[in-house]
């Protein structure tokens, strides 16, 4: 497809609101925007309000680094306004998804937002696996970013100027937006650091190594990782030692995804006496967490409470 071609179709995509009357001026452009993240999706909406129609390609429950993406939802992103990602290597199937879809959004072009590219990234010395390995491996630094409740300043300024871009004439209405966000966000921060003020420098061991940037900023250590590397299981040697070094070390909590191996899990917290606490790493990947702020609220009510029992 032609540039001219791409462009027609990103515009077909804006959805025209009728205004409130005669004088209340042109009407409302709504922006059809796809997020690969429901975490991603309950961002852009804060910020775009009424002014976006959000669609997330991952469902919450799912490993987000192995997606099929569906014959739909290639052509809602190859109609959307804007294409709002992850990036690093977290989303290989995205990739694939675009390099077979004309009129895609290009990476890097403007209707594209590698939020990646707005924080500062976690474990960007680890060494890349060769890339059949594993199906996801981390190698540009730790994607799960958005688990750092801190990270959302600079994502939701990332969307908002985005968003700017695609409608000027609706900046005062993101800015307005993504303030009020940040008010909620702030709040959440005290409540959320009340809540795990007493267990400052609690030693977790995590399934995948989705949890860096929420234990840093709440001053909990994450003392190993089951799997070796990231997306690859452990061999029973290395389980076996990983236990032992959890019962010297006194590790009482094992964090696990919603899509960890329930018998892993119930063997390792078996074996190292440790309890295993399920926290969601996606918004929606609980009815409780139903956007941004509320997966923290979950995050640190279940985190707290195992931590608490553990004691
Ligand atoms: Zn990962």
Same mark, same amino acid.
């Given at each position: 497809?032609?540039?001219?071609?791409?462009?027609?179709?990103?515009?077909?995509?804006?959805?025209?609101?009728?205004?409130?009357?005669?004088?209340?001026?042109?009407?409302?452009?709504?922006?059809?925007?796809?997020?690969?993240?429901?975490?991603?999706?309950?961002?852009?909406?804060?910020?775009?309000?009424?002014?976006?129609?959000?669609?997330?390609?991952?469902?919450?429950?799912?490993?987000?680094?192995?997606?099929?993406?569906?014959?739909?939802?290639?052509?809602?992103?190859?109609?959307?306004?804007?294409?709002?990602?992850?990036?690093?290597?977290?989303?290989?199937?995205?990739?694939?998804?675009?390099?077979?879809?004309?009129?895609?959004?290009?990476?890097?072009?403007?209707?594209?937002?590698?939020?990646?590219?707005?924080?500062?990234?976690?474990?960007?010395?680890?060494?890349?696996?060769?890339?059949?390995?594993?199906?996801?491996?981390?190698?540009?630094?730790?994607?799960?970013?958005?688990?750092?409740?801190?990270?959302?300043?600079?994502?939701?300024?990332?969307?908002?100027?985005?968003?700017?871009?695609?409608?000027?004439?609706?900046?005062?209405?993101?800015?307005? &937006?993504?303030?009020?966000? @940040?008010?909620?966000? !702030?709040?959440?921060?005290? +409540?959320?650091? *009340? $809540? #795990?003020?007493?267990? =400052?420098?609690?030693?977790?061991?995590?399934?995948?190594?989705?949890?860096?940037?929420?234990?840093?900023?709440?001053?909990?250590?994450?003392?190993?990782?089951?799997?070796?590397?990231?997306?690859?299981?452990?061999?029973?040697?290395?389980?076996?030692?990983?236990?032992?070094?959890?019962?010297?070390?006194?590790?009482?909590?094992?964090?696990?995804?919603?899509?960890?191996?329930?018998?892993?899990?119930?063997?390792?917290?078996?074996?190292?006496?440790?309890?295993?606490?399920?926290?969601?790493?996606?918004?929606?990947?609980?009815? &409780?967490?139903?956007?941004? @702020?509320?997966?923290? !609220?979950?995050?640190?009510? +279940?985190?707290? *409470? $195992? #931590?608490?029992?553990? =004691?």
């Amino acid at each position: 497809m032609t540039r001219a071609g791409a462009a027609l179709l990103a515009l077909a995509s804006l959805v025209l609101l009728p205004a409130g009357g005669a004088a209340a001026g042109p009407p409302a452009i709504v922006l059809a925007v796809v997020t690969t993240s429901s975490d991603l999706k309950s961002l852009v909406e804060a910020v775009g309000g009424d002014r976006v129609s959000v669609d997330s390609l991952a469902p919450p429950l799912q490993d987000p680094h192995a997606i099929d993406v569906k014959p739909g939802q290639l052509a809602q992103i190859r109609s959307a306004a804007l294409l709002v990602r992850v990036g690093l290597d977290h989303e290989p199937w995205l990739r694939r998804a675009l390099a077979a879809l004309e009129g895609a959004p290009a990476p890097g072009g403007p209707r594209d937002l590698d939020l990646s590219r707005s924080v500062t990234l976690l474990q960007t010395e680890t060494p890349r696996l060769r890339a059949d390995a594993a199906p996801h491996v981390h190698g540009f630094g730790n994607p799960h970013y958005w688990l750092d409740p801190e990270n959302a300043r600079p994502m939701t300024a990332a969307i908002a100027a985005a968003l700017t871009r695609l409608d000027p004439s609706a900046r005062p209405r993101f800015e307005a &937006q993504r303030r009020r966000f @940040l008010e909620r966000l !702030d709040a959440g921060l005290l +409540r959320w650091r *009340a $809540a #795990l003020a007493s267990h =400052r420098g609690a030693r977790l061991v995590t399934m995948h190594d989705t949890w860096p940037y929420f234990a840093a900023r709440f001053g909990l250590a994450i003392a190993a990782t089951v799997e070796p590397a990231p997306g690859v299981p452990p061999s029973p040697a290395a389980l076996g030692s990983l236990i032992e070094r959890m019962r010297a070390a006194g590790v009482r909590v094992l964090v696990a995804e919603p899509y960890a191996d329930p018998s892993l899990v119930h063997a390792i917290a078996a074996r190292s006496g440790a309890r295993a606490v399920a926290l969601v790493p996606s918004v929606g990947g609980d009815p &409780q967490a139903g956007d941004y @702020l509320a997966l923290f !609220d979950v995050n640190v009510e +279940r985190l707290a *409470a $195992a #931590l608490d029992a553990a =004691r």
